[in-house]
């Protein structure tokens, strides 16, 4: 052989093995080579994301929200370099599963697996997060309906109850992710056309004391996925993105709702001999404001009507020597009355429960406070009352604190609109129950009377939600959360 030819074969040869080399050298440095313990899962469940360290074998985590009421729904965010099964369901980088829990309960979790060739990992998820304070239900109640109610104090957490006082679905927070937020007022909307729909409050961490539970409005799909957020809309007297307040808000359709909000105005209009500062007055005024296809159709402020400053019975410094920012009339409910379309309000500051003409804007009337317009008893009327229901006898209900007896209450009244009268009166109260804020209270069915009760803020006592018959004086039900935990408003939807 010629030194030419075996110069080439030698070419050729070392040329090949550069490529072997070089394929090796490639294919080594693009692995992951990082081990498993360092890795962690990136997770998107029902909307939150979730982050699941791989450090410790068999160690368990909280999801921010789950459901039995419906499937959830789990994305993986990031590539691990490793096969991930949840549930025994095998998902990949992403790519999103459905994955139904028939309960959440402390003892049911489930089971994440991740491997490879090399290492293989078992972590898990709690179904009931250790976030949600301790719900202790006892009994049961007989009625259909679920139970909806956010934690007012303790923590960052919303749940519905079924009516065994089981969990059934949850949003709930560390305080590290939480890093201030809170919520309130979770509810169920169902439309005139069967769509449902879920809201809650989220209360922003930075507000600046005006108003309550400040924030947005949080708007949910039928599978308790996020879809909208609702804040003020721009009009004459309110900017577009200002917050809403949490005390209450009504849903019609997904492009119609109605909320309202605080606002800290400068005013002149305070009557004579209400002590107001000569200059002027700052006050909180409460609004109203429902808006239709992006557009403002409705606007009702307290401050337009001069005659409130005079029936408010807390609250009212007018001269601002000891408050800079009296919220005199203290909206806290809002209701639509079936009948006529107009807007009943709740005014808990002056004990008054008025009825809005939602095209007028006019006071229709005036129940209750030092402004009735119904001849109530002083035994009758209201005494900061937090809650306001219509039934289906179309009756008004009334979670009465009556702060002024000590003896919380809850009214049903019957009303000639008409000619302002009271047709009917009656009162259930249970006995050595003082709700300091945050009541509620629904009758339930029709021409019964079973009430579900959402105590609040309890002067004693940590008892959150009962439904009781008052024709038999029986408890149906009753649920406990710990001691310094209440719940916001409770509200029961079939």
């Given at each position: 052989?010629?030194?030419?030819?075996?110069?080439?074969?030698?070419?050729i040869?070392?040329?090949?093995?550069?490529?072997?080399?070089v394929?090796?050298?490639?294919?080594?440095?693009?692995?992951?080579?990082?081990?498993?313990?360092?890795?962690?899962?990136?997770?998107?469940?029902?909307?939150?994301?979730?982050?699941l360290?791989?450090?410790?074998?068999d160690?368990?985590?909280?999801?921010?929200?789950l459901?039995?009421?419906?499937?959830?729904?789990?994305?993986?965010l990031?590539?691990?370099?490793?096969?991930?099964?949840?549930?025994?369901?095998?998902i990949?980088?992403?790519?999103?599963?459905?994955?139904?829990?028939?309960e959440?309960?402390?003892?049911?979790l489930?089971?994440?697996?991740?491997?490879?060739e090399?290492?293989?990992?078992?972590?898990?998820?709690?179904?009931?997060?250790?976030?949600?304070?301790?719900?202790?239900?006892?009994?049961?109640?007989?009625?259909?309906?679920?139970?909806?109610?956010?934690?007012?104090?303790g923590g960052?957490?919303?749940?519905?109850?079924?009516?065994q006082?089981?969990v059934?679905?949850?949003?709930?927070?560390?305080?590290e992710?939480?890093?201030?937020?809170?919520y309130?007022d979770?509810?169920?909307?169902?439309?005139?056309?069967?769509?449902?729909?879920y809201?809650?409050?989220?209360?922003?961490?930075?507000?600046?004391?005006i108003?309550?539970a400040?924030?947005e409005?949080?708007?949910?799909?039928?599978?308790?996925?996020?879809?909208?957020?609702?804040?003020?809309?721009?009009?004459?007297?309110?900017?577009?993105g200002?917050?809403?307040?949490g005390?209450?808000?009504?849903?019609?359709?997904?492009?119609?709702?109605?909320?309202e909000?605080?606002?800290?105005?400068?005013?002149?209009?305070?009557?004579?001999?209400?002590?107001a500062?000569?200059?002027?007055?700052?006050?909180?005024?409460?609004l109203i404001?429902?808006?239709?296809?992006?557009?403002?159709?409705?606007?009702?402020?307290?401050?337009?009507h001069p005659?409130?400053?005079?029936?408010?019975?807390?609250?009212?410094?007018?001269?601002n020597?000891?408050s800079?920012?009296?919220?005199?009339?203290?909206?806290?409910?809002?209701?639509?009355?079936?009948?006529?379309?107009?807007?009943?309000?709740?005014?808990?500051n002056m004990?008054?429960?008025?009825?809005?003409?939602?095209?007028?804007?006019?006071?229709?009337?005036?129940?209750?406070?030092?402004?009735?317009?119904?001849?109530?008893?002083?035994?009758?009327k209201?005494?900061?009352?937090?809650?306001?229901?219509?039934?289906?006898?179309?009756?008004?209900?009334?979670?009465?604190?009556a702060t002024?007896t000590?003896?919380?209450?809850?009214?049903?009244?019957?009303?000639?609109?008409?000619?302002?009268?009271?047709?009917?009166?009656?009162?259930?109260k249970?006995?050595?129950?003082?709700a300091?804020?945050?009541g509620?209270?629904?009758?339930i069915?029709?021409?019964?009377e079973?009430?579900?009760?959402?105590?609040?803020?309890?002067?004693?006592?940590?008892?959150?939600?009962?439904?009781?018959d008052?024709?038999?004086?029986?408890?149906?039900?009753e649920?406990?959360?710990?001691?310094?935990?209440?719940?916001?408003?409770?509200q029961?939807f079939?």
């Amino acid at each position: 052989m010629d030194s030419s030819r075996k110069f080439l074969i030698v070419s050729i040869s070392a040329a090949v093995l550069l490529i072997i080399l070089v394929s090796c050298t490639l294919a080594y440095s693009g692995r992951d080579n990082t081990l498993m313990s360092d890795k962690t899962l990136s997770f998107e469940i029902n909307g939150f994301n979730v982050e699941l360290p791989l450090s410790e074998n068999d160690a368990v985590y909280d999801a921010v929200s789950l459901s039995s009421v419906t499937e959830n729904k789990i994305k993986l965010l990031n590539e691990v370099g490793a096969t991930v099964k949840i549930d025994g369901k095998g998902i990949g980088a992403g790519t999103t599963i459905d994955l139904k829990l028939d309960e959440l309960s402390s003892s049911e979790l489930i089971k994440i697996q991740v491997g490879n060739e090399k290492d293989e990992r078992v972590i898990y998820l709690r179904t009931l997060s250790t976030q949600l304070p301790e719900i202790i239900p006892a009994g049961a109640s007989s009625y259909d309906g679920n139970y909806f109610a956010a934690v007012a104090t303790g923590g960052a957490a919303l749940y519905e109850l079924n009516n065994q006082g089981e969990v059934v679905f949850y949003i709930a927070k560390s305080p590290e992710k939480a890093n201030g937020e809170s919520y309130r007022d979770f509810k169920k909307h169902v439309y005139e056309n069967g769509i449902v729909r879920y809201s809650y409050q989220r209360v922003y961490g930075d507000s600046n004391g005006i108003g309550y539970a400040v924030g947005e409005r949080v708007i949910l799909d039928d599978r308790y996925q996020e879809i909208d957020t609702i804040t003020l809309a721009q009009s004459e007297i309110a900017k577009a993105g200002d917050p809403v307040d949490g005390r209450d808000f009504i849903l019609i359709d997904d492009n119609h709702y109605i909320v309202e909000a605080s606002q800290l105005v400068l005013v002149q209009n305070v009557p004579d001999g209400l002590g107001a500062n000569t200059m002027g007055s700052k006050v909180v005024r409460n609004l109203i404001q429902e808006v239709k296809d992006d557009q403002v159709v409705f606007e009702f402020t307290t401050d337009s009507h001069p005659e409130f400053y005079g029936l408010s019975i807390a609250d009212h410094d007018y001269s601002n020597i000891t408050s800079q920012s009296p919220d005199y009339a203290g909206l806290n409910r809002m209701i639509i009355d079936p009948t006529d379309n107009n807007l009943i309000v709740s005014l808990g500051n002056m004990n008054t429960i008025i009825k809005i003409d939602r095209e007028t804007r006019a006071v229709i009337w005036k129940l209750s406070g030092n402004g009735d317009e119904f001849g109530m008893s002083p035994e009758q009327k209201t005494a900061g009352q937090t809650d306001l229901a219509i039934t289906a006898e179309g009756e008004l209900t009334v979670f009465d604190n009556a702060t002024s007896t000590g003896q919380t209450r809850i009214l049903k009244i019957k009303l000639d609109e008409v000619n302002k009268k009271i047709l009917g009166y009656q009162e259930y109260k249970v006995p050595g129950k003082t709700a300091l804020a945050y009541g509620s209270a629904q009758k339930i069915g029709d021409n019964i009377e079973v009430y579900s009760i959402g105590w609040g803020l309890l002067k004693d006592g940590n008892v959150a939600i009962s439904e009781i018959d008052f024709n038999t004086g029986k408890k149906l039900l009753e649920v406990t959360l710990p001691q310094g935990v209440a719940n916001d408003r409770v509200q029961k939807f079939k």
